[in-house]
């Protein structure tokens, strides 16, 4: 199985100018704990989680209308749609993350979340076997 199988398509996303508060109204809104930033392209540049707002911006009394981009992750790991779903989840494992963006041609066209594989039955000891080796110290 490949990750477009199984992948968001319609993903919102931010440039790195929005606010810190513009992500975090955009993950209320969506109900996800993470937001691509992408540059004019469409290319992942960064990713903004729940925890990074948390940790980097409200535990540092950083300004809330500041840019996401000087709290964001910028080393973004990414999959294509042709990856096999196994290694998005060795990729997940191996980095410690929840969540890849899918690019096409460098461009953002989903997302594919640790759920998204516990979700096929096939994949749920591969997804629980990622969520054990992510929440490790």
Known sequence: MKVKDIMTRDVSY?????SIFEAANIMKDLDVGSVPICDEAHTPIGVVTDRDIVLRSV????????NVGGIMSSNVITVTPET?????????ARHQIRRLPVVENGKLVGMVSLGDLAVENIH???AGNALSDISKD
Do not use: G, P, Q, R
């Open 84 to 92: 096999d779903v196994h290694e998005a989840a060795n990729l997940m």
């Open 14 to 18: 931010l440039s790195s100018e929005c």
């Open 59 to 66: 535990a540092n009394n950083i300004n809330k209308n500041d």
């Open 124 to 126: 749920i000891d591969e």
